[in-house]
């Protein structure tokens, strides 16, 4: 062999030992392409499942109540109780959802509500408690100079700086007390004789809660 064919020789060797060299960077750039990002780790905010809302408690409305326009909440539904008894206004009936922690307890709701008189009512409201498909339901029932907040109530006894004094008005209120939906408030204030009146359908309307 000359020296001429060996050098071709080694010239043709190292040629294809680049190409070979070539094909493998490239196959290796290729799989770097198609090579998919690693997916996000599951954090435990994201694996939690969304807590589900709590189901509405239904009630059927008496016939001759007129309903509202959905007031903002905490109010879940309000109805005017026609005038009876020789009386000018209708009674109101609001019905209330504070949550199921500790803003719906029924001591410091009915407190509320008995503030909304002078006197200290609430020591001699009357009082019965009965159960509606396994739900307790605890009744207050008073009468007195009820003050009709006309600006929002403040301070610690949540009570409005201007009000509109009313003579001989009753609150008959509820609360129903569920096992899993929190504590509901049923609520009915209004001039004395139409209030007793509609007393038969506000306990109608609590024994439909479902």
């Known amino acids: 062999m ?20 070539l094909l493998f960077a490239g196959a290796l750039a290729v799989a770097g392409c198609s090579k998919q990002p690693p997916e996000p780790e ?4 994201s ?44 009674a ?21 509500m008995f503030g909304q008189f002078d006197g200290d009512v ?30 929002p109530p403040v301070g610690p006894k949540k009570q409005a700086p201007v009000a509109m004094v009313k003579q001989g008005h009753r609150l008959y209120a509820a609360v129903v007390k569920t096992p899993d939906r929190g504590n509901w408030f049923f609520r009915m204030t209004g001039p004395d004789a139409t209030v007793q009146a509609a007393r038969s359908a506000f306990r109608g309307m609590l024994e439909t809660v479902k």
């Open 122 to 151: 609430g020591a001699t409201a009357a009082r019965e408690s009965f159960e509606v498909r396994g739900m307790k339901v605890e009744v207050v029932d008073t009468m007195g100079t009820f003050k009709m907040g006309l600006t």
């Open 47 to 90: 694996a939690e499942a969304p807590s589900a809302a709590v189901a509405p408690l239904l009630w059927d409305v008496p016939p001759t109540w007129n309903a509202l326009p959905t007031p903002k909440a905490p109010k879940k539904a309000t109805y005017k109780v026609p005038p009876a008894g020789g009386d000018k206004e209708e």
């Open 2 to 21: 000359t020296a001429q064919t060996g050098r071709t020789t080694h010239r043709a060797g190292a040629l294809r030992a680049g190409a070979r060299a």
């Open 92 to 112: 109101e009936v609001n019905v209330v959802f504070f949550g199921t922690g500790a803003e719906g307890d029924p001591d410091k709701r009915f407190k509320e």
């Open 42 to 45: 599951k954090t435990a905010a």
